[in-house]
Each structure stands twice: as C-alpha cells, then as structure tokens.
C-alpha cells in the first residue's frame, strides 16, 4: 500500500516528450490555419511567419520552464512554481481557473469534438452525440486511475500514430498539390494589418496550448533533473516542425485563397489531391488526435489538483492515491465528473472563451518565478539553466504579458469576465483557509 499522498515515479523521456507533443494536438492544427492565413492577409509567408513566432514563444517558455521543472521536479508543475515565488493564494487563483473552467472545460471541449468529427463518419442523433462525449470522458478517466503507466503507453501509441499520421499527410500534400501558392497583395479584409497579426497569433497561441501540462507530471518522472527539460523542450520544438510541415501542405493543395476560404481544410486538402475517400478518412486521423489530447489533459491536470489538496487548499481527498494503482483516482474522478456535467449543459463553451486568454497572464507569473526563485535562493542547486538567462525568460513574460494586454485593450468584456471569473476563486480561498482541511 502507498504513501496517501505519494505518486510513484513512473514515467521517462519519451513518456514525458509524448505527453508534451500528444496534449498540444489536437484539432487546432485542423482548424486553425484557415484563420490565420485569413488574418495575416491571405499572404502564405506572413501566416507561416505567425507560426514561427508562436512556436518560438512557446519554446522560450518551455526552456524557462525547464529550469523550474528540473530544480522542484514535485507534481503540481506551473502551480507549485507560482505558490514558490508568490505564495499560496496566487497559485490558488490558477489551479482555481484550471479546475473550474480551462482544465475541465478543455476536456468537455474535446470530447463534444470528438462526437461531432465521429458524427461526420456515423450518424448521431444530438442525444446520442452527448452520450458519445460523456463516454469519451468516462473511458478516459477508468484508463487513468488503473494506472499511469497505463495511461502513458496509451498516450505514447495514439501521439506516436497521430504524428506519423500528420506527417504523411503533410507530405504527400506538398508532393502531390497543384495550386498556385502565389498570393494576393490584399486578403479579403483589407491586407496585412496589425489587428489581423494579433488575431492571428492568438489563434496559432491556442493551437500551441498544452506545452506547459507536462510540468504537472513532473512529480511522476523517473530522472526528472535529467529527463523533463530535455522533454519539454524537444517537444515544443518539435510541435513547430510538425505544424510548419501542416501548413505548407494545406497551402501546396489548396493555394491560399482555398485554405482561407475552408471550414475543413485537412479534409479539403487531401480531397483535392487524393479525391473525396481519402478526405473523409482525414476524420479518423482528427479522431485521434482529439482523443490522445483528452487523454493528455487526464494525464496531467488532475496532478495540479493533487498537490492543491497536499497543501490544504483543496477538497482533502484529491491529494489521496490509490493503494492498488498508485494513481491520484479521485483528483482523476472530480475532474471526469465535473467536464462530463460541462459536455453535457454546453455550458463550457462561451465562458472557456473568455476565460482561456487568463492562462497566459499565469504563465507570464511562472516566466517571472525564475527571477524571484534565483534572488530567493541563489545557491540552490539547478540541474538546468535556462539558456540566454536573462533574456530568454524576459521574452516570454514580456510576450506573454504583451498578449495578455493586447486582449484587455482589444476586448474589454471579454477581459472582464474572464478576470472577473479568476477573481471568484479569492473568497473560495479565504474560506478555504479559515476552515481547512476540508474533506
């Protein structure tokens, strides 16, 4: 029988580098391009060039992340950094956002996808559609709690088919695509513009989101000092690669103008090269990839909420491991419980839309905790630093932070609601606080 509040260091490089990988695609990459070659002006270079700076955003903050992983390889990850450096209730307010609305709302989000792509290849009637993603939910969540090495092979072999799935169809759409790839001097709303830019990161920004869930199975890996920042950072980079690869396929089958104008662009793309069959058997490939990505997120957030219930800021039986299968069970349960009631109201789906943009400001904090952690203490040992230090870091937050304003100034509402949301969890802490431990 385990330690009640020990998980067992279980996972390796390539466990954790399939984790980076398979919990970032999803269906964005199927979706997204269409959105940013619109917003960038239909012109291919200025799209792939989004791309590029996203990637590379992504990546400062995985190297960044990296030092922290190594120096407190502790399951909580991007929580456990920001209670560090700031304190308690600030980490609270994250693991809040990421239980109510972004972790369980990503999960609902994801398997209402995977429904409606299977409704494409089935019929569905719109009950059974929900039964299908309450099933997606409750599968995933039994494959979790029997075990992580469960849950991490599966998550290697649907990352692994889905990559190489990616890629082929990448390659023979570059190989066999006819269309023009010369562009317009204007798009649809007027040409390049920087409104058009910053819609166009956000979009890519949501496309690479999930680089940082692997930080919450640190506490799991079996060499993490070594492993996780080799990990973190080969698979952000990697996630560029693949995407880039994506989207000169999609440009070389369709021509810009084609991949602006499409609803379904993988789908579309491999129909103009390979013909209507071969298009329709893309929503296999997309099938895949939503599941490892849900697979993923239940792999890695109810983690986050583990080390919550640890410290005495949570429900008190999430931080309790399972005597037989050694994983956190009823972090795994809540979390499964609480997507599948979101997947079944819908009632996700607007405010993980307000909400989803508060994570940047989070990750910009977790950016911030190096330079707090390195004054703090100066001596203590870390097994990687980030490189470029202090440059590297300062870019990310100032990125992070610039996006982050960007929406505010942009957005208003949607500013205020999604803070206004985060800000709920403040009193939930208080009372937290006053009256624990809650059980």
């Given at each position: 029988?385990?330690?009640?509040?020990?998980?067992?260091?279980?996972?390796?490089?390539?466990?954790?580098?399939?984790?980076?990988?398979?919990?970032?695609?999803?269906?964005?990459?199927?979706?997204?391009?269409?959105?940013?070659?619109?917003?960038?002006?239909?012109?291919?270079?200025?799209?792939?060039?989004?791309?590029?700076?996203?990637?590379?955003?992504?990546?400062?903050?995985?190297?960044?992340?990296?030092?922290?992983?190594?120096?407190?390889?502790?399951?909580?990850?991007?929580?456990?950094?920001?209670?560090?450096?700031?304190?308690?209730?600030?980490?609270?307010?994250?693991?809040?956002?990421?239980?109510?609305?972004?972790?369980?709302?990503?999960?609902?989000?994801?398997?209402?996808?995977?429904?409606?792509?299977?409704?494409?290849?089935?019929?569905?009637?719109?009950?059974?559609?929900?039964?299908?993603?309450?099933?997606?939910?409750?599968?995933?969540?039994?494959?979790?709690?029997?075990?992580?090495?469960?849950?991490?092979?599966?998550?290697?072999?649907?990352?692994?088919?889905?990559?190489?799935?990616?890629?082929?169809?990448?390659?023979?759409?570059?190989?066999?695509?006819?269309?023009?790839?010369?562009?317009?001097?204007?798009?649809?709303?007027?040409?390049?513009?920087?409104?058009?830019?910053?819609?166009?990161?956000?979009?890519?920004?949501?496309?690479?989101?999930?680089?940082?869930?692997?930080?919450?199975?640190a506490g799991e890996a079996r060499d993490p000092q070594r492993e996780f920042p080799r990990a973190i950072t080969l698979a952000t980079a990697a996630l560029i690669?693949?995407?880039?690869?994506?989207?000169?396929?999609?440009?070389?089958?369709?021509?810009?103008?084609?991949?602006?104008?499409?609803?379904?662009?993988?789908?579309?793309?491999?129909?103009?090269?390979?013909?209507?069959?071969?298009?329709?058997?893309?929503?296999?490939?997309?099938?895949?990839?939503?599941?490892?990505?849900?697979?993923?997120?239940?792999?890695?957030?109810?983690?986050?909420?583990?080390?919550?219930?640890?410290?005495?800021?949570?429900?008190?039986?999430?931080?309790?491991?399972?005597?037989?299968?050694?994983?956190?069970?009823?972090?795994?349960?809540?979390?499964?419980?609480?997507?599948?009631?979101?997947?079944?109201?819908?009632?996700?789906?607007?405010?993980?839309?307000?909400?989803?943009?508060?994570?940047?400001?989070?990750?910009?904090?977790?950016?911030?905790?190096?330079?707090v952690l390195r004054r703090r203490a100066p001596d203590a040992p870390r097994p990687f630093r980030v490189p470029g230090y202090p440059v590297t870091p300062l870019l990310f937050v100032l990125a992070a932070g610039a996006l982050v304003l960007n929406t505010m100034i942009t957005q208003p509402m949607r500013a205020a609601v999604?803070?206004?949301?985060?800000?709920?969890?403040?009193?939930?802490?208080?009372?937290?606080?006053?009256?624990?431990?809650?059980?």
């Amino acid at each position: 029988m385990s330690e009640p509040h020990t998980l067992r260091r279980t996972l390796g490089f390539t466990d954790l580098l399939l984790i980076g990988i398979g919990t970032v695609i999803g269906s964005g990459v199927y979706l997204v391009p269409s959105v940013v070659l619109r917003e960038a002006g239909m012109r291919p270079g200025a799209a792939l060039g989004v791309w590029v700076v996203g990637g590379v955003l992504s990546l400062l903050g995985a190297l960044t992340y990296a030092e922290l992983g190594a120096a407190k390889p502790d399951a909580g990850g991007l929580y456990a950094y920001l209670r560090d450096a700031f304190g308690p209730g600030l980490a609270f307010l994250y693991g809040w956002t990421m239980f109510v609305v972004i972790a369980s709302g990503s999960i609902a989000t994801l398997a209402v996808a995977f429904s409606s792509y299977l409704g494409q290849l089935v019929t569905l009637s719109p009950v059974a559609a929900r039964v299908v993603s309450i099933g997606v939910i409750v599968l995933l969540a039994a494959i979790n709690v029997r075990g992580t090495r469960n849950s991490a092979n599966l998550q290697n072999l649907t990352t692994a088919a889905k990559v190489a799935g990616l890629l082929l169809l990448a390659g023979v759409l570059m190989m066999f695509g006819r269309a023009p790839t010369a562009s317009p001097g204007s798009g649809a709303a007027g040409g390049l513009t920087m409104t058009g830019i910053g819609a166009a990161m956000i979009a890519v920004l949501w496309a690479y989101e999930g680089w940082q869930y692997v930080t919450f199975s640190a506490g799991e890996a079996r060499d993490p000092q070594r492993e996780f920042p080799r990990a973190i950072t080969l698979a952000t980079a990697a996630l560029i690669v693949i995407y880039l690869l994506a989207n000169l396929g999609y440009i070389a089958a369709l021509g810009p103008a084609g991949v602006a104008g499409s609803e379904r662009v993988a789908a579309e793309s491999v129909a103009t090269v390979m013909g209507d069959t071969a298009g329709k058997a893309v929503g296999a490939l997309i099938l895949l990839s939503i599941f490892s990505a849900a697979n993923g997120l239940f792999l890695t957030t109810p983690r986050m909420f583990f080390a919550m219930a640890r410290d005495g800021v949570f429900f008190r039986r999430l931080a309790d491991v399972h005597p037989r299968f050694e994983t956190p069970a009823f972090a795994i349960g809540a979390i499964a419980v609480w997507a599948a009631l979101l997947a079944a109201t819908g009632t996700f789906q607007q405010l993980l839309t307000y909400v989803v943009f508060t994570g940047w400001a989070f990750y910009a904090l977790g950016g911030v905790a190096v330079f707090v952690l390195r004054r703090r203490a100066p001596d203590a040992p870390r097994p990687f630093r980030v490189p470029g230090y202090p440059v590297t870091p300062l870019l990310f937050v100032l990125a992070a932070g610039a996006l982050v304003l960007n929406t505010m100034i942009t957005q208003p509402m949607r500013a205020a609601v999604g803070l206004g949301a985060v800000l709920l969890g403040a009193p939930v802490f208080s009372l937290w606080r006053r009256r624990s431990p809650l059980g």
